[in-house]
């Protein structure tokens, strides 16, 4: 499916659960969010409705997501059937990889191909701080568990923020040394609960490559692991993972955009900072065969915007970042 710029649109991002067991600050506010009713959660039959009707008009990758997708009852059973589907060739999962040592045996027999663990620091205080209910363990057993069930790639997502983790860049780095880890820094993004304070909190990804090379010498670039995203990669001699770098202020990436994105609540969402969303539950409730639904989805690749304007600040006063699905 091409888009008005002529970008292909092939890759979905399902927000599975608006719920969290983590409260990340940028994310979040501390008390959390009001979660939906289950009612106005898509059921897997309904996602998997959605998704044959994607597929229909060219959507090849799907990622799940959230909020954390390892909360919603029945997610082994939808990434199962998920797999099953034919045109789907790309299918993976972000986590906060607090729950992935009990489920990573049972989602990679399901037919979970990848998956992609947050993590924004390495030091036990500063985890609690930034995700208020974690514990830095919880996630660094998800990172081992993801190795050892054989995800591939294992990703890690790092949101880099100024005055909390830009001390830490280069023990993060360290990781990919002796791991096959794939560390991202992503730039902290004015979205939601964070829009008030990201700016002053803004760590360029240039800042960032040239703390890495300081210690560590120049990067070379590398072909991406498998993945679909906007992420450039490097690699540091002799480590066997990688670093990569996602840039949306300094160097957004909109012209190479190539996905949508469907809210728990079954609204389909052309642009992450664009508030306008083509309600899929309601139709499909009501009955909707396959080709009204592939017609939606078409109409929402033909309002996808040629770019955002962070410039604005968040113009969504309902929804944060884990009911959009980061
Ligand atoms: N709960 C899962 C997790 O944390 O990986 C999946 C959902 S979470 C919303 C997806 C990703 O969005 C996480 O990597 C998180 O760090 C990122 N994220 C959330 N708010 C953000 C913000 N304001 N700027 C940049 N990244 C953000
Ligand atoms: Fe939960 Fe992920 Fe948001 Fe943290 S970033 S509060 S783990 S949804």
């Known amino acids: 499916m091409q888009d008005c710029q002529a970008r292909e649109i092939n890759y979905l991002r399902i927000s599975v659960t ?10 979040m506010p501390p008390e959390g969010v009001r979660p939906l009713g289950h009612d106005q959660v898509l059921r897997n039959e309904e996602i998997i409705a959605l998704v044959r009707a994607a597929a229909a008009v060219g959507i090849k990758k799907i990622r799940l997501t959230g909020g954390e997708p390892l909360v919603r009852r029945g997610i082994t059973e939808l990434v199962q059937e998920l797999a099953a589907i034919p045109e789907i060739d790309d299918l993976a999962l972000t986590t906060n990889g607090v729950l992935l040592p009990a489920f990573a045996a049972q989602l990679k027999e399901a037919g979970l191909q990848r998956v992609n663990i947050s993590l924004d620091t390495l030091q036990s205080f500063r985890y609690t701080l930034i995700t208020r209910l974690g514990k830095l363990e919880q996630a660094l057993a998800g990172i081992e568990a993801a190795l050892e069930y054989g995800f591939h790639p294992v990703k890690i997502n790092t949101v880099a923020i100024r005055g909390f983790n830009d001390d830490e860049i280069n023990d993060l780095v ?11 820094f992503i730039e902290l993004m004015p979205v939601g609960v964070a829009d008030g304070w990201a700016k002053s909190r803004h760590l360029a990804v240039a800042e960032i490559r040239e703390i890495i090379e300081r210690q560590f010498g120049p990067l070379s670039p590398v072909h991406k692991p498998t993945g679909h995203g906007p992420a450039r990669y490097y690699t540091i001699a002799g480590a ?15 012209h190479q955009c190539n996905r949508l994105r469907l809210t728990a609540d079954g609204r389909l ?19 909707a065969g396959p080709e009204e639904l592939a017609a939606l989805f078409r109409r929402a690749v033909l309002l996808k915007p040629a770019g955002h304007s962070f410039a604005a600040g968040w113009q969504d006063d309902r929804r944060v970042m884990s009911q959009i699905g980061g």
């Open 18 to 27: 608006d719920r969290c067991n983590l409260r990340c600050t940028y994310c």
């Open 269 to 287: 969402r052309p642009c992450l900072y664009d508030t306008r969303e083509i309600d899929l539950k309601t139709p499909l409730r009501r009955g």
């Open 174 to 184: 360290a990781m990919t040394l002796d791991k096959p880890l794939h560390l991202r």
């Open 240 to 254: 066997r993972g990688t670093v990569g770098f996602i840039s949306p202020l300094s160097d957004h990436f909109c």
